[in-house]
């Protein structure tokens, strides 16, 4: 199972013990709000998509649950317009099924993971760890190191309150 994946990744940090695992899908940033008891901004949603340059890899961006990705801001960072793998293709690379996809664990290279800035306006965030019933609280630096993140973008935007 991938949450086993991701938890004995995190065992190396000493901690394994900070992976939540729920009686309950949180699949989806509403389900995970739910289950971890925090707003859906909160929840770090981590989208797949495709890279042009290498059909056996992917972009990765970690997100906030609220954020929507800008087509003009990705673009314009990364260089092509953004697609999102279908859900088979993002098992396959990843390793990590759609609902639990995140950046911990990832054992093929050709993966590039980001993290956007939408993350940076909460102490903590959410992120899958691996299952479509887990979860994982970190700082936006940690989720940052732990993902071994290659960069921060701005790619997305954030819903007016």
């Known amino acids: 199972m991938s949450v086993d994946k991701v938890k004995q990744y995190f065992k190396q940090f000493g ?10 899908s949180s699949a989806t940033v509403d389900l995970a709000a739910e289950a971890v008891g925090v707003e859906g901004a909160r929840i770090c949603k981590t989208l797949t998509f495709k890279d042009p340059e290498n059909e056996d890899g992917c972009i990765l961006v970690q997100m906030a649950g609220d954020a929507r990705v800008n087509n003009g801001k990705f673009k314009r960072t990364f260089g092509f317009k953004p697609t999102m793998l279908p859900a088979q293709e993002a098992l396959r690379i990843t390793g990590h099924a759609v609902g639990g996809v995140c950046g911990f664990a990832i054992e093929n290279p050709l993966v590039k993971i980001y993290v956007d800035d939408s993350v940076k306006r909460f ?12 979860a994982i609280e970190l700082t936006p630096d940690e989720l940052y190191r732990y993902s071994n993140a290659l960069d921060w973008v701005d790619v997305c935007k954030i819903p007016e309150a």
């Open 15 to 24: 901690m394994e013990d900070k992976v939540l695992e729920f009686d309950v």
């Open 123 to 134: 102490p903590s965030v959410f992120p899958a760890a691996g299952s479509g019933n887990s």
